[in-house]
C-alpha cells in the first residue's frame, strides 16, 4: 500500500516510528549515545520538541511538536544520514539500516499526548528488552520520573499539568506508569502512525482537516478502532 503524504498540523504533536531492518540498529552503547547527539543536533536545528523517546534494536520512537511543516522531515533526514554513516563506519558494514523513511501521526494531545509518552517509554517492557521501564537507559521513562535529565527534552504543558513541581510531577508520572495501558487505545495509536491518520476524536479530526491538503482518516473510521493493517502484529508491542 502507498503511504500517504505525511500530514504537519502547527503546534500540535506528533507520534514517530522509525523502523530498523532485519538487523539490529544499535550494536553498543557508542551506538546509542551518538543517535541521540544526532537527535539532540538535529531536533534543535529544525526547531523540533522532542517530549518523549525510546531507541531499540529494531525500531525507534518519539513524541516530538514541529514548529514549522518540515520540521519532522528536516531532523529525521538529519539524524538517519548522519547516524547511518557513521554506523556504518564504525562496524565496517555497508547498506541501509532503517527500513525506508518514518512513520509518523498527528495526534490530539489532550487525549492521546500523555498515552503516547507512556507507550513510549514503556515499550521496551512491552517488547520484553527490560522488566522495569526504569531498568531500560534508552528511553525518557527516567527523565519523566526525575532519575535523569534529558537537556535536549522539552517538556510538553500537559506534562508539566501533572504537577506543580518538578517532584510532584515526577510522582504522578509514576503513578500513571503503574496503570496497565488500554490495549485498543495503544493499538489505534500504533496504527495510526503506521498509516500516516490523524488520531483524535471525530471533532478533532474535522479541526485539523482544515489545514489539511489529503484525506485524514479512514473512511466511515472516524472515533471507531482501525483495522489492523500492514505491520501491527509486529508493531503493536513496539508501545
Known amino acids: 500500500m502507498t503511504r500517504l503524504a505525511r500530514h504537519y498540523v502547527p503546534e500540535q504533536p506528533q507520534h514517530v516510528i522509525l523502523q530498523g531492518l532485519t538487523g539490529p540498529a544499535f550494536l553498543d552503547e557508542g551506538d546509542y549515545l551518538y543517535f541521540l547527539t544526532c537527535l539532540a543536533d538535529a531536533a534543535r536545528v529544525a526547531s523540533l520538541a522532542v517530549h518523549a523517546w525510546v531507541l531499540m534494536p529494531e525500531a525507534v520512537q518519539f513524541l516530538v511538536t514541529p514548529a514549522y511543516e518540515s520540521?519532522?522531515?528536516m531532523a529525521m533526514q538529519a539524524v538517519c544520514r548522519r547516524y547511518v554513516e557513521t554506523f556504518n563506519r564504525r562496524h565496517a558494514r555497508r547498506g541501509m539500516v532503517w527500513r525506508g523513511g518514518y512513520c509518523a501521526t498527528?495526534?490530539?494531545p489532550d487525549r492521546y499526548f500523555l498515552l503516547a509518552s507512556q507507550v513510549i517509554d514503556h515499550?521496551?517492557?512491552?517488547?520484553?528488552?527490560?522488566a522495569e521501564p526504569s531498568h531500560y537507559p534508552w528511553s525518557s521513562y527516567t527523565h519523566h520520573v526525575g532519575l535523569r535529565q534529558d537537556r535536549f527534552i522539552k517538556d510538553h504543558p500537559l506534562y508539566r499539568t501533572l504537577g506543580d513541581t518538578p517532584?510532584?510531577?515526577h510522582q504522578a508520572y509514576r503513578d500513571l506508569s503503574a496503570r496497565p495501558l488500554d490495549?485498543?487505545?495503544?493499538?489505534n495509536l500504533m496504527q495510526s502512525t503506521l498509516n500516516g491518520w490523524v488520531l483524535g476524536s471525530a471533532a478533532y479530526c474535522e479541526w485539523a482537516a482544515q489545514t489539511a491538503t489529503r484525506r485524514l482518516m479512514p473512511l466511515l473510521l472516524r472515533d471507531r478502532p482501525q483495522k489492523k493493517v500492514r505491520t501491527a502484529a509486529t508493531l503493536a508491542h513496539a508501545g
Open 71 to 73: 520540521s519532522v522531515a
Open 106 to 108: 498527528v495526534i490530539e
Open 123 to 130: 515499550a521496551p517492557v512491552r517488547n520484553r528488552l527490560a
Open 167 to 169: 517532584p510532584e510531577r
Open 183 to 187: 490495549e485498543l487505545e495503544v493499538d
